[in-house]
């Protein structure tokens, strides 16, 4: 969990995260949810949790039956003050992250009634659950409506990605008209994810971006095709994970994989032939000597051999 919330949002979450850990219960606040597969209830596609936030924000996972009264008493809330109140400002919550809601069915056989309830309630994404397979991992044998948060948003300074910031078993002697109230009080409290740059994170010393090119000062300059693959105004198009600043294996499109590193270039190894070679720099990628058979090589040479 985030280091950095501050002492008013961990009240907030220690009011509202009313649910105790249960026995045999998998996951509650502060864990951080594995990826799960469902069907789309509406379409009959398999989509899973990690695709519904792919585009990061809050997810709020709401469980329900079509003939449960305390699921048609909440879900009247949830549209008005989570569905309603969030369409108003774009879907977005007030740090601008998108906030999504999921329904879950647990009642199976019902094709029509379940469709028929989420239509009622605007529901506009519903996915199965007809067995509390993924219910039960957070309410072992509870009954519905069962509200789940979790932050799918990346890199947000307020909470880990794919992390339950509430759950609320509401139904019968604890349920609450104020659900939504209790709800928007969590979704609010999300941040939005810092934008991270890729090429930095693996390359923490490089230069750039410059006019979308960067350079690591020993291996020259290239901009980021989609990164991992960039094009470097060298080599051309390479694959480069990298492992340090000092250090790349790449993959060129002609020669295969190499090895370079800050302290050896410009000689390159390359690895399909096991031996080193030393390219000359400047030749836009086509001049290299061969360690081995002591003769300067045309990339054509290499690649064919």
Request: charged letters at 20%; aromatic letters at 18%; hydrophobic letters at 40%.
């Given at each position: 969990?985030?280091k950095?919330?501050?002492?008013?949002?961990?009240?907030?979450?220690?009011?509202f995260?009313?649910?105790?850990?249960l026995s045999?219960q998998?996951?509650?606040?502060g864990?951080?949810?594995?990826?799960y597969?469902?069907?789309?209830?509406k379409?009959g596609e398999t989509?899973?949790?990690y695709?519904?936030g792919?585009?990061g924000?809050v997810?709020?996972l709401?469980?329900?039956?079509?003939?449960?009264?305390?699921?048609?008493?909440?879900?009247?809330?949830?549209?008005?003050?989570?569905?309603?109140?969030?369409?108003?400002t774009n879907?977005?919550n007030n740090h601008?992250?998108?906030?999504?809601?999921?329904?879950?069915n647990v009642?199976g056989?019902?094709?029509?009634q379940?469709l028929?309830?989420?239509?009622?309630?605007?529901?506009?994404?519903?996915?199965e659950?007809?067995?509390?397979?993924?219910?039960?991992?957070?309410?072992p044998g509870?009954g519905q409506?069962?509200?789940v948060?979790?932050?799918?948003?990346?890199?947000?300074?307020t909470?880990?990605?794919?992390?339950?910031?509430?759950t609320?078993l509401?139904?019968?002697g604890?349920?609450?008209s104020d659900i939504d109230?209790?709800?928007?009080?969590?979704?609010?409290?999300?941040?939005k994810?810092e934008?991270v740059?890729a090429?930095?994170?693996v390359?923490p010393?490089?230069?750039g971006p410059?006019?979308?090119y960067?350079q690591?000062?020993?291996f020259?300059?290239f901009a980021?095709?989609d990164f991992?693959?960039?094009?470097?105004?060298?080599f051309g198009?390479?694959?480069?994970?990298?492992?340090?600043?000092?250090?790349v294996?790449?993959y060129?499109?002609?020669?295969?994989?190499?090895?370079?590193?800050?302290s050896y270039?410009?000689?390159?190894y390359?690895?399909?032939?096991?031996?080193?070679y030393?390219?000359?720099?400047?030749s836009?990628?086509?001049?290299?000597?061969?360690t081995k058979d002591?003769v300067w090589k045309?990339?054509g040479?290499?690649?064919?051999?």
């Open positions: 969990m985030k950095e919330w501050n002492l008013l949002w961990i009240t907030l979450i220690g009011c995260s009313s649910l105790p850990v045999g998998t996951y509650a606040v864990s951080v949810v594995e990826d597969s469902f069907t789309d209830f379409t989509v899973s949790l695709d519904l792919a585009d924000g997810l709020v709401e469980w329900y039956a079509y003939w449960c009264p305390f699921c048609f008493d909440s879900a009247g809330k949830v549209e008005s003050g989570v569905i309603e109140h969030y369409g108003m879907g977005e601008g992250v998108p906030v999504k809601h999921i329904a879950l009642q056989g019902a094709e029509s379940g028929a309830f989420a239509n009622n309630f605007g529901f506009g994404t519903v996915v659950d007809f067995d509390r397979s993924f219910f039960n991992l957070f309410s509870g409506p069962l509200f948060i979790i932050n799918a948003e990346a890199n947000s300074p909470s880990d990605q794919w992390e339950v910031l509430y609320r509401n139904y019968s604890n349920f609450d109230v209790y709800l928007r009080a969590v979704i609010d409290g999300v941040e994810g934008v740059d090429v930095k994170a390359f010393g490089v230069v410059v006019e979308g960067y690591l000062p020993w020259g300059w980021d095709i991992p693959w960039v094009y470097h105004t060298e198009y390479l694959y480069l994970p990298g492992q340090s600043d000092s250090v294996i790449t060129d499109l002609e020669l295969g994989w190499l090895y370079a590193s800050e270039y410009p000689y390159v390359l690895y399909s032939q096991a031996r080193w030393y390219y000359q720099e400047g836009l990628g086509e001049w290299w000597y061969d002591k045309q990339i040479d290499i690649a064919g051999g």
